[in-house]
């Protein structure tokens, strides 16, 4: 499976309308590193709805062959927001994105400032809600996990020292209490 900067395995099917020949070559260019995971889908055809249709029927063949993935439509096309809300009661994780950039894997896995990280993990920990580590030990554990890995202990000390600086976090005889706004 391709793998992000980051660790992240991903796999990538790019839809081409029954008119589109071609595609910006840095697109193509992107995918490479995706190797055999980036699959270019050419549709026979062409309607107001088509691509959106062929969409829908890959999602669905690969919820079943792959029932714990996460499904990311990039279109500007609200008309998939429907789809996407009947997916999430089918317990099948989907969502539509305008751009890769907006993945919070992707811009996590893209993150290189200390300043861009920092702000990846105070945004998954806003979006966590109620189910925000609880320990230092699992903050430290979620922040790892949060970069695939790919930092090293000292790192995320440094992140978490940083979370504590800014006001995010307080930890007081190893609990976490966190001040979001």
Known sequence: MGLLQGGEVFKVKIFL????VKIPLSIARALQSFGTDAEYIQIEGSGSNALDFHIAY????????????????????????PLIKHLKKQNIFCKRST????IPLVRTANAKSATEKIDAVIDNLTKRGASKPRTLKTLSSSVKTQFANQVTDEEVGDLIHQLVKRGVVKINDGKVSYHLS
């Open 17 to 20: 309308g029954g008119n589109q």
């Open 58 to 81: 890959y999602i669905g063949r690969l919820a079943i062959e792959c029932p714990d993935s996460f499904f990311h439509i990039i279109s500007k096309d609200t008309g998939f927001d």
């Open 99 to 102: 751009s890769i950039g907006d």
